[in-house]
């Protein structure tokens, strides 16, 4: 019914920036929520970052002031700009939306990899 289709992810420099993208497709009313997790080696996969259909948004603890989590709705696409990156940043990071199709569903995407070298 939807599909989430990430990009942006790819090998930095400590410090520096990445910005990225998740595209909803298919077939749905409204999207309720989208947000952002991430899943280190060996770790539990975790939110990073979330916007609800209210604006409402909800950072981990270790990335604010860092990321920055935004939509585009005319386009049904979200975005989580990186900066400041450090190493323990490093992991799969996976788009997330609860849509309503009128029934209310939950969707992950295939994860993009953001690697951040010292």
């Known amino acids: 019914q939807v599909q989430l289709v990430e990009s942006g992810g790819g090998l930095v420099q400590a410090g520096g920036s990445l910005r990225l993208s998740c595209a909803a497709s298919?077939?749905?009313?409204?999207?309720?929520?989208m947000g952002w997790y991430r899943q280190g080696t060996g770790k539990v996969r975790e939110l990073v970052a979330r916007i609800a259909s209210g604006g409402s948004t909800n950072y981990a603890d270790s990335i604010k002031g860092r990321f920055t989590i935004s939509r585009d709705n005319a386009k049904n696409t979200v975005y989580l700009q990186m900066n400041s990156l450090k190493p323990e940043d490093t992991a799969v990071y996976y788009c997330?939306?609860?849509?309503?199709?009128?029934?209310?569903?939950?969707?992950w995407g295939q994860g993009t990899q953001v690697t951040v070298s010292s």
């Open positions: 298919g077939s749905f009313f409204r999207i309720n929520a």
């Open positions: 997330n939306a609860v849509v309503q199709t009128p029934r209310t569903y939950e969707y």
